[in-house]
């Protein structure tokens, strides 16, 4: 019994360790930036608000099948006025980590001409999903989100359609720029 | 004098009890229940009955009562704020992320077009 009070701090430092480490430099962003997020949600707090979501609303609803099986959410997203307020040394930090053991990225965009980037990779625990990451970055934009715990494809269904996220029908052909859907 | 004397004598005589006096005495004695001696919750509850210590008792109660049940009520209400503020955020936390995921897919959509239209 008393063997299981270290064993679970371990746990839960591995899985805090499984998150990205977001370098100290970022702290300072916060404070060039015009607008700022920045969420942390560990699981208690997302116990907490699971509470409060309601099975009438549409987004509530989505949010709490979601929640159910993730362990924490972390973002920060920061805007900035003008370009060059963060250095691509900064991102790269992030993206070093994203190289590391047990994350995959499915999606690598890099636009040199818009200098836009994008990177959504998974994390996997023993074969399993352990989380996931978003990188964005834009001229005047960078966007950081963090999901630890097991992202079910079928959670990710459940936000198809919610919160911006586009529904994505796998057979359709590529659409051209014009006839985005919404 | 001595006439009071002879009363006396005569009224202090020694005299046998009459026949069977100290078998009913004890018969008596014995079908007589012994009083039965409080327990101490009796005790407790007998000193609480007293008007004074009622009322006290009474007003000490109702007194715990409204704190325990301001601060039951506090408590609930600090729940309700940080759970409606970590929906918020938590609500903030899925725009940002479905925002995010759009524009991924939709500049996977912008190069998948413009790689189709070059071809």
């Known amino acids: ?182 | 004098m001595s006439r009071l004397e002879d009363e006396l004598r005569n009224a202090l005589r020694r005299e046998e009890p009459p026949e069977g006096f100290a078998a009913r005495v004890l018969a008596r004695a014995a079908a007589t229940p012994e009083p039965r001696r409080a327990g101490a919750w009796t005790r407790v509850t007998r000193w609480f009955r007293a008007p004074v210590f009622a009322r006290a008792a009474m007003a000490c109660a109702l007194c715990l009562a409204v704190v325990l049940g301001v601060h039951y009520e506090q408590r609930q209400q600090l729940e309700r704020v940080r759970g409606e503020a970590a929906k918020r955020q938590l609500l903030l936390a899925l725009r940002v992320t479905g925002s995010s995921l759009r524009a991924v897919h939709d500049k996977v959509h912008e190069l998948s077009a413009g790689y189709s239209d070059a071809q």
């Open chain 1, 1 to 182: 019994m008393k063997l299981l009070v270290p064993l679970a701090v371990l746990a839960a430092c591995a899985a805090q360790a499984q998150m990205l480490k977001i370098p100290p430099s970022f702290d300072k962003l916060a404070d060039k930036a015009e607008e700022v997020a920045d969420v942390t949600l560990d699981a208690n707090m997302l116990g907490m608000a699971s509470k409060f979501l309601s099975d009438k609303d549409p987004d509530d609803k989505a949010a709490k099948k979601v929640v159910g099986g993730i362990k924490g959410v972390f973002v920060r997203s920061y805007k900035f006025a003008h370009e060059g307020e963060y250095s691509d040394a900064d991102v790269e930090l992030l993206r070093v980590q994203l190289r590391g053991p047990g994350w995959s990225c499915i999606v690598n965009v890099r636009s040199k001409k818009n200098r836009e980037n994008a990177q959504v990779c998974f994390y996997t625990e023993n074969g399993k999903p352990a989380g996931m990451a978003i990188v964005a970055t834009e001229p005047k934009e960078l966007t950081i989100v963090t999901i630890a715990g097991a992202i079910d494809p079928e959670h990710l269904g459940a936000l198809e359609g919610q919160f911006g996220i586009p529904k994505i029908d796998l057979d359709s052909k590529p659409k051209k720029q014009d006839q985005k859907d919404d």
